[in-house]
């Protein structure tokens, strides 16, 4: 169209010079920012909770010792395993822990005793006479545990499998662990 015989190159300079015109002059101005609102999301999802399992992302800082920092849907339990918990709710509560006793280290001990312990005191143990899955699942006593406190929670395996070539202590492969609520029951 621009060459076409219609539009004369003059009055395209003027299209062009009042486009280009009417592009320039007033500065849009300044306004201030909209007011900022605090949205209330709750309490910050970091940091320590009722249940973890291993091969959560955060389990490692739920491990205080002696648990393999290996990643895997199950770790090795070495002589005194230990855990740490922080509940929000204290009452109603149960604890119960997943895990497996290999075929190669039950054929060594034989049945085991796996025990658990909160806060130092003793929660109740299980006794594993076969190769296998295992839960312990015992209900936790009113003034154990506080709520918004950490938890400790240790365990002990008796007899526990003692390499030949190192003399390192094997207790038992921990899937999951942690406080759960009971069921209302009246």
Sequence with gaps: MLYSHFVSRGILLVVIGCVLVAGCGR???????????????????????????????????????DISPDPGYRRWAFLHPELRFRVKDASRLRFA???ALPEVTFRVTGPVTISAAVNGRSLGSIRCDHAGDYRLEKPVPDGLVEAGQET??????????????????????????GFTRAAFTQ
């Excluded at 949205?39 to 091969?55: A, H, I, Q, S």
């Design 152 to 177: 400790h929670v240790t365990f002990d395996a008796r007899p526990r499998w003692v390499s030949p070539e190192d003399g390192a202590e094997l207790s038992f492969f921990l899937r999951s662990a």
């Design 27 to 65: 500065q849009a101005g300044a306004y201030p920012p909209p007011p900022q609102k605090s949205l209330d999301l709750g309490p910050d999802p970091g940091g320590l909770g009722p249940f973890v399992t291993m091969d959560d992302p955060v389990a490692a800082d739920y491990i205080v010792r």
């Design 97 to 99: 822990a997943e895990f």
